[in-house]
């Protein structure tokens, strides 16, 4: 069974009469990555957003359905999508990812990320000190 991305892409070269290569040429991104999303049934880890708006201006519709498609392919589910502020693919992952952790794993990232916010604050006091 296709993925939503692979439906995606699918039905855009089927409704315009392109190849992977008219979509790779129109969107700036290779031949090779165009036919991985299209064949991929499950992708191992989120495209880069130059990816995704490269493959969104090859098949001549909106990023924002191709993000949303390709995090599916991932199996992933962007509850956050239209959040304003959340732009960045990988941190839209995570907060939708966090979910699907147990509460002794959310413990743990959730320690990790204060640990890491501790020491950039850390490390803008030393900057401002210098």
Known sequence: MPNPL?????HQLKQHGWSYSDVARRGGISRST????ATSERLAQMPQQTTLEGLAKGLGVPVA????AAAEACGVNLYFEDTPGITD?????LIASVQKLSSTDRRHVSVLVESLLRSAADDEVDADVR
């Open 34 to 37: 165009v036919h991985h999303l």
């Open 89 to 93: 693919p990988e941190v839209a992952i």
């Open 6 to 10: 692979q439906e995606l892409i699918k």
């Open 65 to 68: 359905p191709v993000h949303r």
